[in-house]
């Protein structure tokens, strides 16, 4: 046989058996008596693994073990961020235009005001120059006065 035709039997068989119902088990594995504990003995087990520092802080009334105070210093918390850069008032004029020419042509158009060639030829010229501003601006080479090394350019 090859291995295909022992996978094709072994799917025939699993087909074969889909409807059939499981051999019962229980009767050949006893539960084991290790599983068998009341809720009295579960109780006792707890308390038996509970150090007994907790546990006379939870006598106390304090609920919670000392050493938890000790667990803020494991958290990583990370340092504010820089304050966001300043934009020239290049950059400021291109992001309106860049925005504020398709919101003119929305509001204008949801509250129906009245829209001339002019206007409408004005606010795509805005969206395309502020588009246009922000490319030119954006600059592809190292930043100035990085040296000659630009390391790992990826």
């Known amino acids: ?25 229980a009767g050949a594995q ?8 009341g809720a009295d003995d579960t109780l006792q087990a707890v308390k038996a693994e509970v150090p ?3 546990a006379e802080d939870a006598e106390a009334g304090r609920g919670e073990p000392a050493a938890a ?3 803020d210093g494991d958290h990583f918390i990370p340092p504010p961020p ?8 290049g950059t400021k004029i291109a992001w309106v235009a ?11 158009a949801l ?11 004005a606010a795509i010229a805005a969206f395309i120059g502020g588009f246009v501003a922000l490319i030119v601006r954006m600059g592809d ?3 100035p006065g990085s040296g000659w090394d630009d390391g790992a350019v990826i």
């Open 1 to 25: 046989m090859t291995p295909q035709s022992d996978e094709d039997e072994v799917w025939r068989q699993i087909v074969a058996s889909f409807n059939e119902t499981a051999e019962p088990t």
């Open 141 to 143: 080479g190292p930043p």
């Open 111 to 121: 509250l129906s005001w009245p829209m001339d060639g002019w206007i409408v030829f």
């Open 52 to 54: 007994a520092e907790v």
């Open 69 to 71: 105070e000790d667990d």
């Open 82 to 89: 820089p304050p966001l850069p300043k934009m020239d008032p």
């Open 30 to 37: 006893p539960w084991p008596d290790r599983e068998n504990v």
């Open 98 to 108: 860049l925005f504020g020419g398709p919101a003119y042509l929305l509001l204008a």
